[in-house]
T-cell receptor, first 117, second 110 residues
């Protein structure tokens, strides 16, 4: 059972370009989280999705950022018109279907390091 | 907004000394989880606490969940250089939303 797969591992974009970050959750996992981490800082919640649904996007910037988790295929975090301040590590985590408050362990991918030049 | 506060931000210890990091939430948590992130790596799940007052141990690591389910701690006894990394607590706030603390970065000097 492969772990959470994120690609690319490293992404360099010029200011104004678009960045697309992909996350394939573990098999059988229907919940996906996206977090952003600046160097030597904590994990900032961005968005929580289930298949075809955005459950909580309270951590997403209002503009330029969007996320989806389609019925088929990976979850995508899309950043339009990137700026230097978008440079960070973006981590995806998946968790299995939840029953009550159990089984909510999150499995993280290795992250995508985005550098905007 | 819902926050999970974690202290200290940094901790430097000599190998063999103990280490503790503390986590506090502004709201009652459904459960608390702890993760470790090695430098350059990704967060890795350590443990989950669910019950009020729960205490769990993993070798030299002791995890506690407060009676009010608003605070938690991680204590490492006799630190080793392999303990180096950042330790995050994460609170399950509602509807499966995991909010992470800012982390405590542990440096262990041999």
């Amino acid at each position: 059972n492969a772990g959470v797969m994120q690609n690319p591992r490293h992404l360099v974009r010029r200011r104004g370009q678009e960045a697309r970050l992909r996350c394939s959750p573990m098999k059988g996992h229907s919940h996906v989280y996206w977090y952003r981490q600046l160097p030597e800082e904590g994990l900032k919640f961005m968005v929580y999705l289930q298949k075809e649904n955005i459950i909580d996007e309270s951590g997403m910037p209002k503009e330029r950022f969007s996320a989806e988790f389609p019925k088929e295929g990976p979850s995508i975090l899309r950043i339009q018109q990137v700026v230097r301040g978008d440079s960070a590590a973006y981590f995806c985590a998946s968790s299995p279907r939840v029953s009550g408050i159990m089984n909510t362990e999150a499995f993280f991918g290795q992250g995508t390091r985005l550098t905007v030049v | 907004g819902q926050q999970v506060m974690q202290i200290p931000q940094y901790q430097h210890v000599q190998e063999g000394e103990d280490f503790t990091t503390y986590c506090n939430s502004s709201t009652t948590l459904s459960n608390i989880q702890w993760y470790k992130q090695r430098p350059g790596g990704h967060p890795v799940f350590l443990i989950q606490l669910v019950k009020s007052g729960e205490v769990k141990k993993q070798k030299r690591l002791t995890f506690q969940f407060g009676e009010a389910k608003k605070n938690s701690s991680l204590h490492i006894t006799a630190t080793q250089t392999t303990d180096v990394g950042t330790y995050f607590c994460a609170g399950l706030i509602s509807a499966n939303k995991l909010i992470f603390g800012a982390g405590t970065r542990l440096a262990v000097h041999p």
